[in-house]
């Protein structure tokens, strides 16, 4: 079906293009080598992970959450432009250095979508997720299931609040390595079903080495991490990772003005 591939990465393309934001890696082109494999030109990002660049520069919470907040504003440019990323997870937002100042890059906007060739249901996603959307932990409980629900731009929010929770605490709510070790049924399951903990309250069920690690990467004592996280910043990660979508927050703006609410010590709304 090559040829209808490339139709998809060609539409995918020109859809593509109609987003121009400093935060998003651009497609520029979209063909096929002479043997028939489609591909996509795009910017090159010479960047880090968000997560691993964070820790490498020891980034106090407040400038990670300044850098989330730039990715939240990068997300919703695309949603503007009626495209879902659909896989936002630490690889696919990157730090690059400009001079002294760090910049967000988000790659790989639909690709799934170019790829997949089918209207991304949640259907859709069960049969096709382990092959297009890379890793689990980071998926939404709609792309988890089999509800029937279309995937809209509230599924990005719930990955943003996994990105957040994991920048926040060093761990994401589903254990990376435990969660390989299930069947995919059971790991969709418990996409679905197990709530996320506090992020206050993970910190404070970590091994003491590891939590000590983690509030050293972040440039404040282990307590005062959990202090910090207990109150507005855990009601924050929470509303976005509701399971319920229609309790979650609306856009990745309404997620980003909260934070900038916190940083800027007026209650969250």
């Known amino acids: 079906d090559t040829k209808e591939v490339i139709a998809r990465f060609e539409a995918e393309r020109q859809a593509l293009a109609f987003m121009e934001h400093p935060n998003i890696a651009r497609v520029l082109d979209a063909n096929a080598t002479e043997t028939g494999r489609p591909y996509f030109v795009m910017e090159l990002v010479r960047g880090t992970p968000i997560t691993e660049y964070c820790d490498q520069v020891k980034a106090t919470a407040r400038e990670r959450l300044e850098l989330f907040k730039t990715v939240?504003?990068?997300?919703?440019?695309?949603?503007?432009?009626?495209?879902?990323?659909?896989?936002?997870?630490?690889?696919?937002?990157?730090?690059?250095?400009?001079?002294?100042?760090?910049?967000?890059?988000v790659i790989d906007f639909g690709l799934?979508?170019?790829?997949?060739?089918?209207?991304?249901?949640?259907?859709?996603?069960?049969?096709?997720?382990?092959?297009?959307m890379g890793t689990p932990v980071y998926m939404s409980p709609e792309q988890a299931g089999l509800s029937g629900l279309d995937i809209d731009t509230r599924s990005d929010v719930y990955s943003l609040g996994i990105l957040l929770y994991e920048l926040l605490t060093g761990t994401t709510p589903l254990d990376k390595t435990e969660i390989r070790r299930h069947a995919y049924e059971e790991l969709?399951?418990?996409?679905?079903?197990?709530?996320?903990?506090?992020?206050?309250?993970r910190i404070s069920t970590l091994q003491d080495?590891?939590?000590?690690?983690?509030?050293?990467?972040?440039?404040?004592?282990?307590?005062?991490?959990?202090?910090?996280l207990d109150g507005d910043l855990d009601l924050v990660v929470l509303k976005a990772l509701e399971k319920d979508r229609d309790r979650r927050y609306g856009t990745p703006r309404d997620l980003a003005s909260d934070v900038d609410r916190f940083l800027n010590s007026q209650p969250v709304l």
Do not use: W
Not at 73 to 102: E, Y
Not at 189 to 198: L, Y
Not at 212 to 226: D, S, Y
């Open 72 to 105: 939240c504003d990068a997300v919703q440019h695309a949603h503007q432009k009626g495209i879902i990323h659909r896989d936002i997870k630490p690889s696919n937002v990157l730090v690059t250095q400009i001079g002294v100042k760090p910049v967000v890059k």
């Open 112 to 132: 799934a979508k170019a790829t997949s060739g089918q209207r991304l249901t949640d259907k859709t996603l069960y049969t096709a997720f382990m092959k297009l």
């Open 188 to 201: 969709c399951r418990q996409v679905r079903e197990i709530e996320a903990p506090r992020p206050s309250a």
């Open 209 to 228: 080495a590891e939590r000590t690690t983690i509030a050293q990467q972040r440039q404040i004592e282990p307590k005062n991490l959990r202090q910090l």
